[in-house]
């Protein structure tokens, strides 16, 4: 696997991990999940390990959230930009050599962020992160995916040579994803792991499990019937917007890595700086998350814990009403995550699937 490794996003991440904690009003996707694991018992037992985590904000927070517990960041890249309570420090560690050095020790352990053009392996890395855990511990792991349309239930069609109009971003995403596939990471793998989540794994407790479908507005076009959340909305669109602009310039090699020609990916970067700077395509970036705890002893000696499973359970609110903008929506159990997984993919166009899954499809030359 090349191993080239990628810095760019780490300069903004403060900003970045700031629009997070308005849009999941605090810090993690399960507050619920992470509050029972890190309060239950003596505060000062417990310990979080964030992998991935050299901007080291959210590792602050929790460190300051958290003032007994001790936090660990570890990232193959430094960040000696921020001073760091004393419950909270920082290790050089390259998560593709495996995590045994952490295994057994921390109540949550969290992934956020790490796959794709990072070139960590998602799947290896989820494995390992696991074997961090303390019996009952957590683990939380984010991904940002494809784009949706405003309804948050269409995958926003990728602009092709037939269809210039349709998204630039989604074109861009798609390469991201069959350029990581080319380079060694299969996309399929990791977006895998994502759809089945936590449920079935043979050491987590299937009744703490979850997950979460999040959607970030990419460019300022939301509108709501709140003044105040549509300002709030509009100004992390606008962040999301940028932090895309300032990305896709330095992703010229995933680029080629996905059959794309110099003339291409330049044409990409004019339609992509075009389509970020206005608000032309209502779309919104997906973050999908999973989460769930490992075993007790207790739960393993019984091994019955799996709820039961209804596979014609309704779907929970999804869509965008007018008017509002919906950003989080928890899935309980797998058959519904799942089934909504699947019914998204299905929006997703024929065009947009081979960019996806072809290196060099439609070139774009003229
Ligand atoms: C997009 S940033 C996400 C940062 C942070 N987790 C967040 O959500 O704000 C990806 C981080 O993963 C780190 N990273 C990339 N490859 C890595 C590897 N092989 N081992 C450890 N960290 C890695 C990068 O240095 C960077 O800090």
């Known amino acids: 696997m090349d191993t080239v490794q990628i810095s760019i996003i780490s300069p903004y991440s403060d900003e970045q991990h700031n629009s997070l904690k308005i849009l999941l009003d605090g810090l993690f996707p399960c507050p619920e999940v992470v509050a029972k694991v890190m309060m239950d018992g003596e505060a000062h037992t417990k310990s979080m390990l964030d992998l991935?985590?050299?901007?080291?904000?959210?590792?602050?927070?929790v460190a300051n959230q958290f003032p007994q517990a001790q936090v660990i960041g570890i990232d193959i890249a430094p960040n000696l930009q921020k001073t760091s309570p004393p419950n909270c420090r920082f290790e050089l560690w390259d998560i593709n050599k495996g995590l045994s050095p952490f295994y057994?020790?921390?109540?949550?352990?969290?992934?956020?962020?790490?796959?794709?053009?990072?070139?960590?392996?998602?799947?290896?890395?989820?494995l390992e992160a696991i074997k961090c855990l303390k019996p009952g511990g957590l683990i939380?792991?984010?991904?940002?995916?494809?784009?949706?349309?405003?309804?948050?239930?269409?995958?926003?069609?990728?602009?092709?040579?037939?269809?210039?109009?349709?998204?630039?971003?989604?074109?861009?995403?798609?390469f991201v994803e069959l350029g990581s596939t080319q380079r060694g990471l299969p996309a399929e793998i990791y977006n895998h792991d994502y759809d089945e989540g936590f449920w079935d794994h043979d050491t987590m407790d299937a009744k703490t499990c979850g997950a979460a479908f999040i959607t970030i507005p990419l460019g300022a076009w939301v509108t709501t019937s709140d003044p105040a959340e549509t300002a709030c909305l509009r100004t992390i669109g606008k962040f999301w917007a940028e932090n895309a602009m300032r990305i896709h310039r330095h992703l010229d090699h995933v680029?080629?890595?996905?059959?794309?020609?110099?003339k291409d990916i330049e044409l990409l970067h004019t339609h992509l700086d075009n389509e970020l700077q206005t608000t032309r395509i209502r779309s919104s970036m997906i973050i999908r998350a999973i989460w769930g705890c490992s075993q007790s002893v207790e739960d393993a000696n019984s091994r019955n814990h799996s709820p039961p499973r209804d596979e014609d359970a309704p779907l929970p609110l999804l869509s965008n009403e007018p008017g509002e903008y919906r950003v989080i929506t928890i899935f309980d159990n797998k058959p519904t995550w799942t089934k909504f997984n699947a019914q998204l993919m299905s929006t997703?166009?024929?065009?947009?699937?081979?960019?996806?899954g072809i290196p060099g499809f439609d070139p774009i030359e003229a």
């Open 52 to 61: 991935g985590g050299s901007p080291r904000c959210l590792c602050i927070d």
């Open 104 to 126: 057994g020790q921390f109540d949550l352990v969290h992934m956020r962020f790490t796959s794709g053009v990072h070139l960590v392996d998602h799947h290896a890395s989820t």
């Open 140 to 174: 939380i792991c984010l991904k940002i995916g494809l784009s949706v349309k405003e309804d948050r239930v269409t995958v926003m069609p990728a602009a092709t040579s037939r269809m210039p109009e349709q998204s630039w971003y989604q074109r861009f995403f798609s």
């Open 255 to 262: 680029m080629s890595s996905a059959g794309r020609s110099e």
């Open 348 to 356: 997703m166009t024929p065009d947009t699937k081979k960019l996806r």
